[in-house]
């Protein structure tokens, strides 16, 4: 099992328990550790020392009061959650891909990023292979959104005051949707063209934002150059029912007995239909076409070596 799985299977069994596990709880809940309990000891001090130094809360709590000698381990849900910054689901793909394979202007950044199941090998975080332009303003913006707060910025050499709705991530740039008040319209903003920095005021819900992403608007792996062909996603039980809901009606094609759905999607980006895929982890799989299977493979094999 490849380190980032058992990672990945560690944070959600802190996360899921109501009360701390020991650490011989978390070698039984955990697959992935060995056997040997000095071998287990050692790798999940390890794994531990990882979570957070990525910014993950991993807390040590006393089992039973009466014992001071038995402690566990959690992460409280309301320490470890990010605030919804309302990210469609290819968004949050995108920012799985971005901490897996992208370097990020700065450890906040990483650290955000890591919850939403980012690489770490086994010697430390893989060598980037790319910046991630405009992340540099993605907090602030992340939090006004959330917070439905406007904010203030230069961009093409004029301050804007913008009412912010949501961020989309498209063809490699972040981009901001919003309500310019100035000019009394929706605009779009991409962010690494903002001009300095991003400024936070007023009241919480000072306005509504508009729901949906507009209509007719077409899915980021329907927005390429690429020859069209017709992908068939599987997509498990756990994760179906939001797949189904987020694409639609008309892109399922079947429901199984065992509560999973095959989607039909019809792709010509397919940059962007490897990060929708990614954003799933393991709860999805490409069943067609061949070539297409194939090079998500491939591209997985790439990203995570070993």
Request: proline letters at 6%; hydrophobic letters at 45%; charged letters at 25%.
């Amino acid at each position: 099992m490849h380190r980032l799985e058992r990672l990945i299977n560690l944070v959600a069994a802190l996360l899921d328990s109501t009360r701390p596990l020991t650490a011989e709880e978390l070698r039984q809940r955990v697959p992935g550790y060995a056997e040997e309990k000095v071998t287990f000891r050692r790798a999940f001090e390890r794994d531990k020392e990882t979570l957070r130094d990525m910014g993950v809360p991993v807390v040590t709590e006393l089992v039973d009061p009466a014992d001071p000698s038995l402690v566990g381990y959690r992460i409280r849900k309301e320490d470890y959650y990010l605030a919804d910054p309302g990210l469609a689901g290819d968004e949050l793909a995108a920012l799985h891909l971005a901490a897996s394979a992208v370097r990020l202007e700065g450890a906040d950044g990483v650290g955000a990023l890591w919850k939403l199941g980012g690489e770490v090998a086994e010697d430390g975080p893989t060598a980037p292979v790319a910046a991630l332009p405009g992340e540099v303003h993605l907090a602030g913006l992340f939090a006004a959104i959330s917070q439905r707060r406007r904010v203030g910025f230069d961009y093409r050499g004029r301050p804007r005051r913008i009412e912010p709705h949501r961020l989309s991530f498209r063809n490699g740039h972040w981009y901001l949707a919003g309500r310019d008040m100035d000019a009394a319209d929706n605009r779009s903003f991409r962010l690494d063209r903002i001009e300095s920095e991003v400024v936070v005021s007023g009241e919480a819900e000072a306005f509504v934002a508009p729901t949906g992403t507009g209509p007719g608007l077409p899915s980021p792996w329907e927005t390429g150059d690429n020859a069209p062909v017709a992908a068939r996603l599987l997509v498990d039980a756990d994760q179906a029912g939001w797949a189904a809901g987020h694409l639609g009606a008309d892109a399922v094609e079947e429901w199984r007995p065992d509560g999973s759905v095959v989607l039909a999607l019809r792709v010509t980006n397919r940059d962007a239909f490897r990060s929708f895929v990614l954003g799933f982890l393991d709860h999805a799989e490409v069943l067609g076409p061949e070539e297409l299977r194939a090079e998500m493979v491939a591209w997985l094999e790439a990203l995570c070596p070993g």
